[in-house]
């Protein structure tokens, strides 16, 4: 196989384990489309929120007028549902929710106004209220290299892990190199993009239970016995195999999983939940 095939490949793998993680994760905006009469609408309701952000707004759209509103409650408390209007311009039914602070979540449902009464947009959103999480405003300096790094490091990942069945040699310099990708992606920006976000740098082992920062360890873990095999000239082939396997799982999990969560009791943040 060519080399440029094989990078091209990992690319793709690449591409499709983000879009993965992003798609299946809990902060994945909720879309879909409902009949309405004899319209058909689409809707987009956000699950991750910027505080002081413009980002939190239910868009639901329509040819045809309409009239909803917003029933929601700060998640995993005893409070009552309020109610938030929402309003119809240039064919979108759009309302929003207050402001909390970082790591505070809640939960919402929309309804909207029908000559039979009012009704929930989707059956299954009316069992299931939709949950957003807030967050502080992450800087573009601190957040863009995080992406670079953590995106770089899968991709060099996958490209060491297919050098190993097409004849090609793994240089060490490849290792270190991904190596350094993960540090500086999950160590180094990873901590500065979730104390912006969550107002607390780093929250895995032994701190707490936050689920993406333990699986950045996890890697870590596995990756350092496969650069020592590497630099040592050991049968480095087990090794790497093993630590692209475990990176591969870790990939596998939905990013942002048991992540930052505001207790609204204790007036804390905790993780793992």
């Not at 300096?141 to 992406?147: D, Q, S, Y």
């Not at 793994?170 to 901590?191: E, H, T």
Request: aromatic share 14%; hydrophobic share 45%.
């Amino acid at each position: 196989m060519k080399k440029n095939t094989l990078w091209i490949l990992s690319f793709i793998i690449t591409l499709a384990f983000a879009m993965f993680q992003r798609m299946t994760g809990p902060t994945y905006p909720v879309r879909g489309h409902a009949s309405y009469g004899s319209s058909e609408i689409s809707y987009r309701f956000p699950r991750s929120c910027t505080v002081g952000g413009a980002d939190c707004v239910m868009k639901v759209k329509s040819a045809v007028p309409l009239q909803g509103y917003i029933l929601w409650k700060r998640y995993k408390s005893s409070d009552e549902p309020l109610k938030a209007e929402m309003e119809y311009a240039d064919g979108v039914l759009s309302g929003s929710l207050p402001g909390q602070p970082p790591a505070g979540k809640l939960e919402y449902r929309v309804f909207l106004h029908t000559p039979g009464g009012d009704i929930s947009i989707d059956q299954e959103l009316s069992k299931t209220p939709v949950v957003t999480r807030f967050k502080g405003a992450v800087p573009i300096w601190a957040l863009l290299p995080h992406i670079v790094f953590i995106f770089s490091f899968m991709f060099f990942s996958v490209r060491i892990f297919l050098s190993l069945f097409a004849g090609d040699i793994v240089v060490k310099q490849a290792v270190v190199l991904n190596l350094g990708f993960l540090l500086l992606g999950g160590f180094l920006f990873g901590p500065i993009v979730q104390q912006y976000a969550f107002g607390q740098a780093w929250t895995g082992f032994p701190f707490g239970m936050d689920l993406t920062d333990n699986k950045t360890l996890i890697m870590l873990v596995f990756w350092l016995p496969a650069l020592f095999a590497v630099l040592k000239q050991k049968n480095h082939k087990p090794w790497i195999i093993l630590a692209v396997i475990v990176t591969f799982a870790v990939y596998l999990v939905p990013h942002s999983m048991f992540g930052s969560e505001l207790d609204y009791a204790k007036g804390e943040v905790t993780t793992g939940k």
